[in-house]
């Protein structure tokens, strides 16, 4: 049997924005059980003019490869209206992104990991430092908390109100 590993996952939808951040915490859910959740930020769209997106982060524990893992979240996309016909930075009902896969680094079974978003935009890091602050990118060597800390660009988020499952998971920020 394959071992577990901690698996970062960011979402984001600025289209009917907590319907489809639901139905992918549902989703995630049923595969993975306890799922890790990340306050959820309101944040603007970044490459394009657009809505504001919701995005979090969840951490999950898996055996599943990482080709397996992206092939599910193509599928989950897909079943929620996700259009790849479109230009890359447009609006989108579901986004999923595999952030790190354990400390694998490198192109994995088609995936670049980490992804390179975690030092770039603040919606990725800002959620994953809230869930792992004392984690370590497996290149830069620092922690996520740091990164955090470190981070300047002016990329605005705002914490927003979001229940799931009958549960608060995130407070605006008052």
Known sequence: ???????YISIGSNVD???YVTA???ALSAWFGELTISPVYDSEAVGFDGSPFLNLVVGVDTSLSVAELSRRFKQLEADNGRRRDVPKFSARTLDLDILTYGDAVGRIEGVELPRGEILKNA????PLADIAP???HPVCGKTYGQLWREY??????????FSWQGRQ???AAG
């Open 1 to 7: 049997m394959a071992v577990a590993v901690r698996v």
């Open 17 to 19: 924005r907590e319907r």
């Open 24 to 26: 992918a915490l549902d």
């Open 123 to 126: 919606f990725v890091l800002r």
């Open 134 to 136: 004392e984690t370590v």
């Open 152 to 161: 300047n660009t002016g990329q605005k988020l705002w914490p927003v109100e």
């Open 169 to 171: 998971i995130s407070h």
